[in-house]
């Protein structure tokens, strides 16, 4: 008898946490990041009802792989968002097919995660952002340094300690030896090398990066200018987008210095942040060198997510703004006016490579 009441207290416990598990369907599979979620453990936090993805092969090899049956597969949109009703979409498709993914969510008062950056142009996120605003839906782009412990400290250090006082300059790198270089899919190649389908190269795929963080150093504040230059070092390889960008963004007291490329000699996601009084260098996801005293050594600090409040999994993040145990700073890595503004900063780095100008900003 004791065994059979504690084998029904188990099934309640997993029957409740069923319950309040966030109901997600995931739109397009072609991203390389996909298996974030696809290949994520259940953890009773998040229920995967249902994949959208027009590609029938590529669906067909998915579900192989992650062992999802059929009956979860669908290839048109709409009609899954009415079949399975999720309380959320996760957007793993191209950059250009973000826009696509809101006008069909928006409406059903689903809410949406992407993939960064928001959109593939200026255009498309202003468009997602006044229906995510006339429906009432949460609209958040994942970035992976939103998920870093020193990220959120320097965040912390920079606010909370002063640590470094006015922010003069911040320099941020990121990147990888290239796309076809790291084995990406050929599904993921063929419209992340594309200039409609992601918008550009890495001043895309990877200025986004050093946009979205230096927009949240200087909460939400308009940009002066932007000047910005690319190279195509590798035209056999990506012929058709650029592989290499250095972004500067002038503000009236700071500068921003943003280095994306697929041509670093191994992957790469730092920040340095200088100030009058310090500075704060994020090496990676755990390694903080920090100084703030001319006659002082800089000292090395391992920061993890015992050490501060961040969310390693963006998944689980999603699932407490919805269900309301988590806020979006209106300036958050993951908030809609900060992407926004990333799209404005980005577009304005495009046309000055192009034009070989600075472009000054003004406030919309």
């Known amino acids: 008898m004791k065994r059979i009441n504690l084998l029904l207290l188990l099934v309640l416990v997993q029957a409740c946490a069923s319950a309040q598990a966030l109901r997600v369907a995931v739109a397009g599979v072609s991203h390389g990041h996909s298996g974030w979620i696809l290949g994520r453990a259940n953890k009773n936090d998040i229920q995967l009802v249902g994949i959208y993805e027009k590609d029938t092969a590529l669906a067909g090899k998915v579900a192989r792989q992650y062992h999802f049956p059929r009956r979860q597969l669908y290839h048109d949109l709409g009609q899954m968002l009415d079949a399975v009703k999720p309380q959320a979409v996760l957007a793993f498709g191209s950059v250009y097919s973000h826009r696509e993914v809101v006008e069909a969510c928006a409406p059903r008062g689903i809410h949406v995660m992407v993939e960064k950056p928001l959109a593939a142009n200026l255009p498309d996120a202003l468009v997602m952002d006044s229906l995510a605003r006339r429906f009432g839906i949460h609209l958040l782009t994942n970035y992976e340094t939103s998920w870093y412990p020193t990220v959120a400290k320097t965040f912390q250090l920079v606010e909370d300690s002063s640590f470094t006082c006015q922010i003069r300059k911040v320099v941020i790198h990121d990147g990888h030896q290239g796309p076809q270089e790291i084995g990406c899919s050929p599904a993921f190649l063929s419209w992340l090398t594309d200039p ?130 988590e806020t979006v700073p209106p300036y958050g890595v993951y908030a809609l006016a900060n992407n926004v503004l990333v799209l404005r900063i980005l577009e304005a780095a495009k046309e000055s490579a192009r034009t070989g100008k600075t472009v000054r900003l003004v406030s919309p």
């Open 196 to 325: 409609v389908l992601n918008g550009g190269g890495a001043l895309m795929d990877f200025g986004c990066y050093g946009a979205n963080l230096m927009t949240r150093l200087m909460k939400n504040r308009m940009p002066l200018a932007v000047t910005a230059v690319t190279r195509h070092y590798k035209p056999d390889r990506y012929p058709k987008v650029d592989d290499d960008a250095t972004i500067i963004v002038d503000y009236p007291n700071a500068q921003c210095i943003i280095q994306a490329s697929w041509n670093w000699p191994f992957s790469r996601k730092d920040m340095e942040v200088y100030g009058d009084k310090g500075y704060i260098m994020a090496a990676d996801k755990n390694t903080l060198l920090l100084r703030n005293r001319e006659s002082a050594p800089a000292t090395a600090r391992h920061i993890t997510a015992m050490d501060i409040p961040v969310y390693e999994d963006p998944f689980r993040y999603l699932a407490a703004v919805i269900q309301g145990k």
